[in-house]
T-cell receptor, first 112, second 112 residues
């Protein structure tokens, strides 16, 4: 699986949009971009994933650049409960299995 | 609908001892994966079980072994514990080996 690069930490004001960047310049054509988050003392939680089109669900939006070398996770109205470590992961979906390779992630602090 | 459940939530062992951690997958899931998360780091894949067999394995020594039962629940065994085995052990379940992962809250192991 391709490596990803994320900022170590970010702050965001409550109620504002949180934009979390991720670089994956060596991504292959069959690799998806996944985002998970881990709230303190809990297991990782799936947020969203995409291949090349932008995706949106009830939790967040995922914007993938046209060359697929980077992406941004957007939490449109961050709340204090969104304070967590956010992991950007790229992996092949299919017969290769569903093993996830986590990096260090971005520690997002939402402040009142 | 119960999610992934793990037991025990916390435990303390001494060097050289053996430990067994248990995981019940989310209802309807048949595949269980185990991850180790050291303090301040992202989770690292240990192995995956499907149809009562180990299907994939990460870079962990043979001291780490597992088992999956006919009801899809799983155990992680670690022998000859080292101080460096202190970590949060996460269980994740999925529907088949390629499905999306759902994580439990983890078992925190402290080795003294």
């Amino acid at each position: 699986d391709a490596k990803t690069t994320q900022p170590t930490s970010m702050d965001c004001a409550e109620g504002r949009a949180a934009n979390l960047p991720c670089n994956h310049s060596t991504i292959s054509g069959n690799e998806y971009v996944y985002w998970y988050r881990q709230i303190h003392s809990q297991g990782p939680q799936y947020i969203i994933h995409g291949l090349k089109n932008n995706e949106t669900n009830e939790m967040a939006s995922l914007i993938i650049t046209e060359d697929r070398k980077s992406s941004t996770l957007i939490l449109p109205h961050a709340t204090l409960r969104d304070t967590a470590v956010y992991y950007c992961i790229v992996r092949v979906v299919g017969n290769a299995g569903n093993m996830l390779t986590f990096g260090g992630g971005t520690r997002l602090m939402v402040k009142p | 609908d119960a999610g992934v459940t793990q037991s025990p939530t916390h435990l303390i062992k001494t060097r050289g001892q053996q430990v067994t951690l248990r995981c019940s997958p989310k209802s309807g899931h048949d595949t269980v994966s185990w991850y180790q998360q050291a303090l301040g780091q992202g989770p690292q894949f240990i192995f995956q079980y499907y149809e009562e067999e180990e299907r994939q394995r990460g870079n962990f020594p043979d001291r780490f072994s597992g088992h999956q039962f006919p009801n899809y629940s799983s155990e992680l065994n670690v022998n000859a514990l080292l101080l460096g085995d202190s970590a949060l052990y996460l269980c994740a379940s999925s529907l088949v080996v390629t499905g999306e992962l759902f994580f439990g809250e983890g078992s925190r192991l402290t080795v003294l």
